[in-house]
């Protein structure tokens, strides 16, 4: 089965339709139809109408397009289910699809495991993850942000499990999702167990929750990957992320291109250090106005600023986010900042370099700052994960080896009484 690496790969598509490649090994039957996929992303007024387009030819269909309002949502996905299609999205900004990667996604070995997720940064940590463990990935879907609201139901998310049950590359399927109703999520974990595979779901932040047997519900990306490694046979290991010194107690600014990093971020921060705000918040995290000053721990999510403002994706443009490393550091009370960097075809070139400067900038004029960075990408990327990791460390952060264990470490670097 082909990789993305090997593989086409879609960017920045308009509205083209494509077939799905049947790679060996996941031979479609000669009598049934391929699969096609319309991929849109026009902007928001548009989008709606080219979806309903789009499922009038028969089609699946994947929104980029992000500011497509909620009743729109719910109308295209009545309609896609109704006619046994599928609608990704809106806000569905990367994916893999038999050895096709879509929008900003990883180079990634093939492998058995699916990943469905409502964003793209989720979707991509859980990638990169089963890649790492040597497990890989069959599919990779992104719901969209809202799709496990009370008004959508998650009725992508659960047709998407449905068409991965029949898939016959896939054994088993992780779920990360960021936002979510109790009832939502009930709903998708019954669907992840009616697919009859073993599930490892990621609920962001989220407790205590029951689940079907063959299900695990973990509130980390890293946790939940872990545990569908293991179903299918694997034994991952992630290194521990330990401080080395303790920084004076201040505060921790998290600064991210991904949403759902950004949420799982403030989830576990919140848990360990208390109060924390977030424009996208999760656990115990409180929701921040973007009219408030931003005091105290943080973590701030740039690419729903860009949703708002209309700016540049931060995962393909980090100038806002160095930008504000320089303006945070000018806070005295922040002890630590922490940072994402998402790697994959569609986004920046070199990620770790555009920040570097800012962050020798920070450091020069803060010696005892601590920086704590997570690299969210393969070594099979154009950025290449090892020489982004490089570029870090020589500016002076610190790197972990997931997203959740750099939130874990940046909390234990100002918890007094460690």
């Not at 929008?103 to 940590?125: D, F, K, L, M």
């Not at 590359?169 to 999702?177: F, H």
């Not at 700016?311 to 000018?330: F, G, K, M, N």
């Amino acid at each position: 089965m082909p990789g993305v690496d090997d593989a086409r790969h879609e960017d920045d598509v308009v509205v083209e339709l494509h077939p799905q490649a049947a790679a060996p090994g996941d031979a479609i039957p000669a009598e049934e139809p391929v699969e096609g996929l319309a991929v849109i992303g026009v902007p928001g007024p548009y989008a709606a109408l080219e979806g309903h387009r789009a499922l009038s030819a028969g089609s699946d269909i994947m929104l980029l397009t992000a500011d497509v309002p909620l009743a729109d949502e719910v109308a295209l996905k009545q309609r896609a289910g109704r006619a046994g299609l599928l609608a990704l999205g809106p806000g569905s900004d990367t994916a893999i699809i038999d050895g096709i990667g879509i929008g900003i996604a990883n180079a990634v070995a093939p492998g058995r495991v699916a990943v469905v997720a409502t964003s793209g940064s989720g979707a991509q940590e859980a990638s990169v993850l089963l890649d790492r463990f040597g497990v890989g990935v069959s599919r990779c879907l992104v719901t969209g942000p809202r799709d496990l609201s009370d008004e959508v139901a998650g009725a992508s998310t659960i047709a998407a499990l449905g068409r991965l049950a029949g898939h016959p590359g896939t054994d088993a399927v992780v779920l990360v999702a960021e936002g979510f109703s109790a009832r939502a999520a009930e709903a998708v974990l019954a669907a992840m167990a009616a697919t009859g595979m073993p599930g490892s779901a990621c609920l962001i932040g989220a407790g205590e929750m029951p689940a079907p047997d063959g299900i695990d519900v973990h509130a980390a990306i890293d946790h939940a990957v872990v545990a569908a490694a293991r179903r299918v046979g694997a034994r991952p290991v992630i290194p521990a992320a330990e401080p080395t010194g303790w920084v004076s107690a201040g505060h921790v600014r998290g600064i991210f291109a991904g949403s759902a990093l950004c949420a799982e971020a403030a989830a576990i921060l919140s848990a360990q250090l208390g109060r924390v705000v977030s424009n996208t918040p999760a656990g115990a995290a409180e929701y921040l106005d973007p009219r408030d000053v931003v005091r105290g721990h943080a973590c701030l999510d740039l690419q729903a600023e860009s949703s708002v403002h209309g700016t540049p994706h931060p995962v393909r443009d980090p100038s806002r986010r160095a930008e504000l490393i320089v303006d945070t550091v000018s806070d005295q009370t922040v002890a630590v900042v922490l940072l994402d960097v998402i790697l994959g075809r569609g986004a920046h070139a070199d990620p770790a370099g555009a920040l570097a400067p800012a962050l020798t900038r920070a450091l020069q004029a803060r010696p005892s700052l601590q920086v704590v960075a997570h690299v969210c990408g393969t070594e099979a990327d154009p950025q290449v994960l090892s020489r982004q990791e490089e570029a870090l460390v020589a500016a002076g952060a610190r790197v972990a080896p997931t997203s959740a264990q750099a939130a874990r470490l940046a909390a234990a670097l100002v918890r007094p009484g460690r």
